[in-house]
């Protein structure tokens, strides 16, 4: 299996995402979706990677006379050069073997994370050896810039969520969202940062671009000191996600294939948090019930008994803003998207009581509907801090400032997607870094005080007030934007139905 090393066509990140790209098609032409494609390339390029790796400390250590560095040992019959000895069926039968062997492992390192649950989906030999000889070898992956491979990975990432066939972007996080997410938010170099449901990994790496650009050129050192594995990581529930999720940090230059990994695998809302942080970013997955609840630790109708959790529920947001409330560092800060149905269901008022009485909730996203692949969902961010000491009598939330980036907005993730200008007066409106106290009204943007909002019925927090930027002649809803909106209003009685059929069954 011979190749001419090709140094060109992996310089740029365009030129890499349309190398990898075109290898996808012909994957997808045999049956894969797109997230198979970056799953089944993710494990040829890891074990690239790691014999890459492994040749560039033993040089090092001859030409310098040290003792050889710390490195991943791949098991013999799993190497990389293993492989490329091999042709026809016994190239596809090794790799399949030695997918079930590096699967066997507990995952602990990033490397064993990535291959956690991983089995080959490419029974085509002929295929397989293409896809080795002519676009992994020829290039020596570990010498590309984290900006260049990190970003052709996430834009494939991205492209395999926007697969239907795969189901598996209804609720991808628009990157312009979480772009605007992190800039308001203004991850600092002492700050620790989470995501429990971290699905790729975008809020974290987002987060780690942003202390990247902001760090003083004079404070290198220093930036390099701080941003170490331990002070950003995120869990993940399915072992597939995660193994993606551990690779998208590593290309990005978080963490190290034979360091601890940066994804946890499990249900983050299993059991209490082991750590906290002071800064939490996530986008938690939408439904009812967790997909695979933690055997020893819901009860028999599906809520989780946590003493930290202030109500015992099956809904997962809830659940998941509870978490998030436990996982945050006092001082710490959070921005958490989440469905409408949080903030009006009847029986999660002692959640949203505890929110506004032991938080600052001090700002609310309104998002449009449009943004997700998922038709018709209502969702917000909402922007809450933590104090180091206890709150004294009375709320610690004084206004809740609400955004509303929904009225008269039409968004398809196909057509017409969410681009960072739409979220530009939010950013601005939010004033990042400046005190509060200096923001202004403006037509989409407004202050309700707590006392206010402790009058609503069942303290009620969907917020809106009368005004219409449908009402210009340019930005009238079009037929499909009017479904949209009559499906999630529909959604949303539904969900006042359960939760009201609900209290009626426990009380």
């Known amino acids: 299996m011979t190749s001419t090393p090709d140094a060109h066509w992996g310089s740029t990140t365009e030129e890499l995402t349309n190398r990898l790209w075109e290898y996808c098609g012909l994957l997808r032409d045999r049956g894969l979706t797109t997230i198979e494609y970056a799953e089944q390339l993710t494990y040829l390029l890891l074990l690239k990677m790691a014999d890459e790796q492994s040749r560039q400390l033993e040089r090092r250590a001859l030409a310098f006379g040290e003792p050889e560095a710390a490195h991943l040992v791949v098991p013999p019959e799993c190497e990389w050069e293993s492989l490329t000895r091999l042709r026809g069926k016994a190239l596809r039968d090794g790799h399949r073997q030695a997918l079930a062997h590096l699967s066997a492992q507990d995952p602990g390192t990033t490397f064993e994370t990535v291959f956690a649950d991983a089995k080959s989906r490419i ?56 772009d605007a997410i992190v800039t308001v938010t203004q991850p600092q170099l002492a700050d620790t940062v989470t995501d429990p449901a971290c699905g790729t990994g975008g809020f974290l790496i987002a987060a780690h671009q942003y202390l990247l650009r902001h760090v003083p050129e004079g404070q290198y050192d220093r930036r390099r000191h701080d941003l170490d594995p331990g002070r950003i990581w995120g869990q993940e529930l399915v072992p597939r996600t995660a193994g993606l999720a551990a690779m998208n940090l590593l290309l990005h230059g978080l963490g190290s294939t034979h360091g601890p990994s940066l994804v946890t695998v499990g249900d983050a809302l299993a059991e209490p948090p082991s750590r906290r942080a002071s800064l939490v970013l996530s986008h938690p997955p939408f439904g009812t019930m967790q997909a695979l609840p933690h055997a020893s630790t819901p009860l028999a109708d599906g809520r989780y008994r946590r003493a930290d959790f202030r109500f015992p529920t099956a809904n997962k947001q809830i659940n998941f803003l509870q978490h998030i409330m436990s996982v945050m560092d006092a001082p710490g800060r959070g921005a958490v998207i989440l469905p409408d149905n949080v903030l009006f269901e009847p029986n999660a008022e002692p959640v949203r009581h505890h929110l506004l009485h032991e938080f600052d909730f001090h700002t609310l996203l309104r998002l449009p509907t449009g943004i997700f692949f998922a038709g018709g969902v209502k969702a917000n961010v909402l922007f809450f801090e933590k104090a180091r000491q206890p709150a004294a009598a009375g709320p610690r939330t004084s206004q809740l400032w609400v955004y509303d980036l929904r009225s008269g907005s039409q968004f398809s993730p196909g057509r017409k997607p969410l681009q960072r200008t739409h979220l530009d007066d939010f950013v601005q409106a939010y004033l990042p870094g400046r005190p509060r106290t200096e923001r202004r009204d403006t037509e989409r943007f407004r ?55 609900s209290a009626v069954r426990k009380g």
């Open 123 to 178: 029974h085509d030999a002929g295929l397989l050896e293409k896809l080795i000889a002519d676009l992994i070898r020829p290039v020596e992956w570990t010498s590309l810039q984290p900006d260049v491979l990190g970003s052709a990975y996430e834009l494939l990432l991205e492209k395999g969520t926007n697969d239907v066939r795969s189901g598996a972007g209804q609720f991808f996080t628009p990157r312009p969202l979480v």
């Open 447 to 501: 202050a309700f005080g707590v006392d206010e909002l402790l009058q609503r019925d069942h303290l009620n927090l969907d917020l809106w007030w009368d005004h219409d930027p449908r009402e210009d002649p340019g930005s009238l809803l079009t037929p499909e934007q009017i479904a949209q909106d009559i499906v999630a209003d529909l959604q949303a009685a539904l969900s006042e139905f359960e939760a009201l059929a």
